[in-house]
């Protein structure tokens, strides 16, 4: 094989390769794009390998066919798969919110008559184009946002999070009033999208401080999404306290000034 033909091999395999690595990085997260383009780009250079020996004779066992393919072929062929990766992943990643936002909460609990959604408290989007970003929680480890009430009631909570791989337990969501636990349930996490849960209204007293409590009950790191507070990014971000993080991998313990928590706090009143 001549080098101008090696070249060309090189661009007809490394072009889908990269392709397939940013569009997943847009679509999804710049880890998920570094694991996948690795072992495709380990599995292009054992094919380029073996072409070699089948050009120069030296595998009989390999049929005669897979001498005759060109670069041109492939590099067509690895585009369009790269593509249609590219197009699955935004259909069952990206729908879920982690390329749009924080997406519409799921509400098993219906509201009784005498009461009305007030829409969210507040509302943290977990666009990483507008600057989220996961931080890697470790198991038992929880975040804190706090927020002040704008609704007497407050009845659906919710965050985003995600993980790379495996089967995580159950994640813990709970409203708190200093040390007091108003409302706690363990709900199964959703995987880079909304994970809420619903429960008859709690009463609370709008300008006193709450505070919205993820623990990590999964057994495993997950990503918690964090977003910086900006008006493209929060809705009602004068609601929003001070956010905390306790057991992230970077950190033990410590605060995020100019951060909050992605997701948010649904508000209710009385008809």
């Known amino acids: 094989m001549k080098k101008t033909g090696n070249f060309a091999w090189i661009v007809a395999i490394c072009g889908p390769v990269a392709l397939l690595m940013i569009g997943l990085s847009v679509v999804a997260t710049l ?3 570094s694991w996948v383009g690795g072992i495709l ?3 292009a250079a ?6 070699q020996r089948a050009v120069n004779g030296q595998n009989d066992a390999l049929p005669r066919w897979a ?3 060109r670069p041109g072929h492939v590099l067509l062929g690895g585009v369009v798969v790269a ?3 590219v197009a699955l992943t935004w259909v069952f990643y990206g729908a879920e919110g982690s390329a749009a936002g924080v997406g519409t909460p799921p509400k098993p609990y219906v509201l009784p008559s005498e009461f009305h959604d007030t829409d969210c408290v507040y509302e943290v989007s977990n666009d990483q184009k507008l600057g989220a970003e996961a931080f ?3 198991p038992d480890g929880h975040v804190d946002q706090e927020f002040v009430p704008a609704s007497p009631y407050v009845w659906t909570i919710g965050v ?3 993980w790379e791989q495996g ?3 159950k994640l813990t969501l709970a409203v708190m009033h200093g040390d007091a636990v108003l409302y706690r349930a363990a709900v199964t996490p959703s995987n880079n999208g909304g994970t809420y849960q619903s429960f008859p209204p709690i009463r609370v007293e709008r300008g006193q401080t709450y505070t919205l409590r993820v623990d990590n009950t999964t057994g495993m790191k997950i990503g918690v999404y964090i977003a910086p507070v900006t008006p493209e990014s929060v809705v009602g971000a004068d609601r929003l306290g001070s956010l905390r993080i306790v057991g992230e991998d970077r950190a033990p313990n410590r605060r995020l000034p100019g951060r909050a928590l992605t997701g948010c706090v649904g508000g209710a009143e009385r008809t």
């Open 136 to 138: 890697q929680l470790l």
């Open 83 to 85: 593509v249609a990766a």
């Open 46 to 51: 054992i094919a380029l390998g073996i072409r």
């Open 67 to 69: 001498a005759a393919i």
């Open 41 to 43: 780009g380990a599995v």
């Open 167 to 169: 089967m995580p337990d």
């Open 160 to 162: 985003v999070v995600g």
């Open 31 to 33: 880890e998920s794009a």
